[in-house]
């Protein structure tokens, strides 16, 4: 008779057990999300082992022009047909897409999507200008779109918002910001004006917020 020899052996857990690496990325503030109670605090912290912040594509604007040729480098690939910009149009291009005015929300995904239309719709193989314009109108009004509205739409028409510089129009929605939780222009000028009008030997505020909103075509009764 045999004997069995098990007792020989190791023994060994018949399940077996895979490692898993999760690798997650998102847009959102995770730890603001927690502490509102928008994202679970346990799958948080399982995700948080380690985490790196990269900025998005519009804080990233050297990074644009090499990621064009590469998008071309992938339609090539994909679709078995090589595009390239005529000299004129890429400086074009390029002066919009590395531009304040380019918000690029969506990142890659809205460049490689910008790519693939002028690759696509580009005359024999070759994105020349009358493409980019295309593209540039379409970029544009996508982006006035996305735009957060500072309360100015109501106020200016069209081509008045598009006339006025980024700096003053930062300080002219903090105005606006100020004449709506006011009761009165007087009162909304010495907010305003709170630390010059103690370098003045007599200050009228109310004037001189009427004259600063007459710059923009607009008195206290449009504002309010």
């Avoid at 399940?15 to 509102?36: C, K, M, P």
Wanted: one cysteine or more; hydrophobic letters at 40%; a positive charge.
């Amino acid at each position: 008779m045999g004997t069995c020899d098990t007792h020989k052996r190791p023994f060994t857990n018949a399940r077996s057990y895979q490692r898993l690496q999760l690798i997650a990325g998102t847009n959102r503030d995770l730890v603001t999300a927690v502490a509102e109670g928008r994202f679970r605090d346990d799958l948080f912290a399982r995700l948080n082992l380690w985490t790196f912040r990269l900025p998005g594509l519009a804080d990233r604007r050297e990074d644009i022009e090499p990621n064009l040729d590469y998008e071309l480098e992938r339609f090539a690939q994909r679709e078995g047909t090589r595009v390239t910009f005529n000299k004129e149009a890429r400086v074009r291009y390029l002066t919009l897409a590395m531009s304040p005015a380019a918000a690029w929300a969506g990142n890659f995904r809205d460049l490689a999507a910008s790519v693939t239309r002028m690759a696509t719709l580009s005359p024999n193989a070759r994105i020349d200008r009358d493409c980019v314009d295309a593209e540039i109108a379409r970029l544009t009004r996508l982006w006035s779109t996305e735009a957060p509205d500072d309360g100015l739409a109501g106020l200016l028409s069209e081509d008045q918002r598009a006339g006025i510089d980024p700096f003053d129009r930062v300080q002219f929605v903090e105005a606006i910001r100020v004449c709506c939780a006011s009761r009165s222009l007087s009162e909304a000028g010495r907010t305003l004006f709170a630390v010059s009008r103690q370098a003045r030997a007599s200050t009228n505020d109310a004037d001189r917020l009427r004259k600063y909103l007459a710059r923009f075509g607009l008195d206290w009764a449009d504002v309010r």
